[in-house]
């Protein structure tokens, strides 16, 4: 049962433009969202996350933004670099919860 | 600077042999994890540890054990490996149960 979706295996853009990465999840008691960025043969390391009680959260280049009725969240990058290029998940878990659910990850290249 | 520290990074073994993937952190966490990652799976968590002394288990724990040897390390046994067991194992830490994680490098394991 997963909980978090993430639907794109992949996604490509240009440098300079706007990548988005999306993120569902059916788990009505997360209440803390994450997004990790994995290059090859590391571990992931965290990007941004953000809280239930908000709905957009930025740190520089990248955005996150959160539609609790919907269930989804997503990632903005602006403008996007060839340094991105990278596997993304979105991550959920609810309140002091030890128990972070993943989704399946979305492969960016950026290409310059 | 060391951070999370997985051994061994890889890894070949056969059904039936046994094995422990050992993590150790210096950044004073009370929390650890094991993950493993399959391909269209995502990170599926295995077992934590809330605080030294604890252990519970995650969403995918069975085939598996685990020990929380003090504050700094966190062990991840097979007792009989099997083939579905072939995976990529990630180790993580947060300072607490509700926060973000760190993540180590990775064991990739292959069982024949």
């Known amino acids: 049962d997963q909980q978090v979706k993430q639907n794109s295996p992949s996604l490509s853009v240009q440098e300079g433009r706007i990548s988005i990465l999306n993120c569902d999840y059916t788990n009505s008691m997360f209440d803390y969202f994450l997004w990790y960025k994995k290059y090859p043969a590391e571990g992931p390391t965290f990007l941004i996350s953000?809280?239930?009680?908000?709905d957009k959260n930025e740190d520089g280049r990248f955005t996150v933004f959160l539609n609790k009725s919907a269930k989804h969240l997503s990632l903005h990058i602006v403008p996007s670099q060839p340094g991105d290029s990278a596997v993304y998940f979105c991550a959920a878990r609810s309140y002091n919860n030890n128990d972070m659910r993943f989704g399946a990850g979305t492969r960016l290249t950026v290409k310059p | 600077n060391a951070g999370v520290t997985q051994t061994p990074k890889f890894q070949v073994l056969k059904t039936g042999q046994s094995m422990t993937l050992q993590c150790a952190q210096d950044?004073?966490?009370?929390?650890m994890y094991w993950y493993r990652q399959d391909p269209g799976m995502g990170l599926r968590l295995i077992y934590y540890s809330a605080s030294e002394g604890t252990t519970d288990k995650g969403e995918v724990p069975n085939g598996y054990n685990v020990s929380r040897l003090n504050k700094r390390e966190f062990s991840l046994r097979l007792e009989s490996a099997a083939p579905s067991q072939t995976s990529v194992y990630f180790c993580?830490?947060?300072?607490?149960?509700?926060?973000?994680?760190?993540f180590g490098s990775g064991t990739q394991l292959s069982v024949l």
């Open positions: 993580a830490s947060s300072p607490s149960g509700g926060g973000k994680l760190f």
């Open positions: 950044m004073n966490h009370n929390s």
């Open positions: 953000i809280s239930s009680i908000k």
